[in-house]
T-cell receptor, first 112, second 111 residues
Framework: KAGVTQTPRYLIKTRGQQVTLSCSPI?????VSWYQQTPGQGLQFLFE???????NKGNFPGRFSGRQFSNSRSEMNVSTLELGDSALYLC???????????FGEGSWLTVV | GENVEQHPSTLSVQEGDSAVIKCTYS??????FPWYKQELGKRPQLIID?????GEKKDQRIAVTLNKTAKHFSLHITETQPEDSAVYFC??????????FGAGTRLTVKP
């Protein structure tokens, strides 16, 4: 079974731009969650989607948004990028009713 | 919301010694407590987890204990090896997938 796949793996953006990151969950997994990882703040929960609906949301500004498609693939978008948004963005998936989450390799975002 | 604290932030042990990492959580409704290992440049990987109806769980050299009354849980690694060197994260959730993670512990095992 293929694992969680994230694209792109690396990207560089300029302040003020916007970015879209993509995540394909493990086949059969319907829950997708997103996390931001930085050296100073650790792993922080962004949001979780289940069956195309946002089920939980962390404490991030409205510039951070996401969505999930009918095939469970998910995207997250960050608008008006700031230098502080530079981070590793991790997507994780889990099966319905399960708590174990499995991470993708992540997307490294650098904002310059 | 849930707040997870993890200690120590760094831990250095000699190969063959034991390592213990401790976490506390604030939300008594949390019922699932996984531990993840993250090697440099790689994704966090689940190494062991425990649910609130269990007090201890072991998997070879790794064990996790949970004290629901005190709201803390611990990771124990015995007979440490250099390949155990990594950052370890504890987490807590109420059954959904909005995990709240501790800040991480950088474990170094010296040969």
């Amino acid at each position: 079974k293929a694992g969680v796949t994230q694209t792109p793996r690396y990207l560089i953006k300029t302040r003020g731009q916007q970015v879209t990151l993509s995540c394909s969950p493990i086949s059969g997994h319907r829950s997708v969650s997103w996390y931001q990882q930085t050296p100073g703040q650790g792993l922080q929960f962004l949001f979780e989607y289940f069956s195309e609906t946002q089920r939980n949301k962390g404490n991030f500004p409205g510039r951070f948004s996401g969505r999930q498609f009918s095939n469970s693939r998910s995207e997250m978008n960050v608008s008006t990028l700031e230098l502080g948004d530079s981070a590793l963005y991790l997507c994780a998936s889990s099966s319905e009713g399960g708590s174990t989450i499995y991470f993708g390799e992540g997307s490294w975002l650098t904002v310059v | 919301g849930e707040n997870v604290e993890q200690h120590p932030s760094t831990l250095s042990v000699q190969e063959g010694d034991s390592a213990v990492i401790k976490c506390t959580y604030s939300d008594s409704a949390s019922n699932y407590f996984p531990w993840y290992k993250q090697e440099l440049g790689k994704r966090p990987q689940l190494i062991i987890d425990i649910r609130s109806n269990v007090g201890e769980k072991k998997d070879q050299r790794i064990a996790v204990t949970l004290n629901k009354t005190a709201k803390h849980f611990s990771l124990h690694i015995t007979e440490t090896q250099p390949e155990d060197s990594a950052v370890y994260f504890c987490a807590a959730s109420k059954g959904g997938n909005d995990m709240r993670f501790g800040a991480g512990t950088r474990l170094t095992v010296k040969p």
